[in-house]
């Protein structure tokens, strides 16, 4: 798949980080989350692919978050803020006080997101947190002894670290009856072992649900799983 769609006028020293919060910063509106993601779209859409959830599949997570209506969600993997944005919003619309906590070890990409998130005028919901989710869970608890369930999660960070942080939510008890789990990418690059794992579990009710690769016509699937 190319990366570029067009001729895009940028230094070589660019990242594509960078170069989507320069275009969130010229095309959205300050303060208005729904201009950031339409930015966003449009970036991936039309000037580079990027690796954003999308909006696909995106309206199917949109859908798995209005069943949950958490009080508390997190995110394994940031990236540039788009999923954070998304869905911190939407979770805020369903749940007066809700909090979207989303974990990204790239120091540069926490910047990016943590600056969309900002720009998107969603501090006072979502909190990027700039480690890997095993690493930094325990300090995170710690910080936020309020926390006993979460009910929804959604996972796109390294599929080799999809099953293992779905066992260690396990492990802290943070999953309950209703939690909603949803991993990205389950088909393309693929997540086998992930959906293996919560398809054959009795703790989990799992559907996967086919789609496309964002911004693409290639074959993806998201999973979504219920906690029993």
Request: charged fraction near 20%; glycine fraction near 8%; hydrophobic fraction near 40%.
């Given at each position: 798949m190319s990366t570029t769609m067009q001729n895009n006028n940028h230094s070589s020293s660019d990242t594509i980080e960078e170069r989507v919060l320069r275009f969130v910063h010229e095309h959205a509106r300050q303060g208005d989350p729904s201009s950031v993601i339409e930015a966003m779209d449009r970036f991936g859409k039309g000037v580079e692919w990027v690796m954003f959830v999308g909006d696909e599949k995106g309206n199917l997570v949109d859908e798995a978050l209005r069943q949950a209506k958490p009080k508390v969600a997190l995110e394994?993997?940031?990236?540039?803020?788009?999923?954070?944005?998304?869905?911190?919003s939407l979770a805020r619309q369903l749940t007066p006080g809700a909090k979207y906590y989303s974990f990204e070890p790239n120091e540069l990409r926490h910047r990016v997101s943590s600056e969309v998130v900002r720009f998107a005028g969603l501090v006072d919901t979502v909190e990027i947190i700039n480690g890997t989710f095993d690493g930094a869970i325990d300090d995170f608890l710690a910080t936020h002894g309020e926390i006993t369930r979460v009910d929804f999660v959604f996972i796109d960070h390294l599929k080799s670290r999809y099953v293992p942080d779905l066992r260690l939510l396990e492990d802290k008890r943070l999953l309950a009856k209703g939690s909603v789990v949803v991993g990205d990418n389950i088909i393309m690059p693929g997540a086998p072992e992930y959906w293996s794992y919560v398809s054959e579990n009795e703790?989990?009710?799992?559907?996967?649900?086919?789609?496309?690769?964002?911004?693409?016509?290639?074959?993806?699937?998201?999973?979504?799983?219920?906690c029993n």
């Open positions: 394994l993997g940031a990236y540039c803020g788009y999923s954070a944005v998304r869905f911190g703790r989990y009710n799992s559907r996967l649900i086919m789609s496309h690769v964002e911004y693409s016509k290639q074959e993806d699937a998201v999973a979504i799983s219920i």
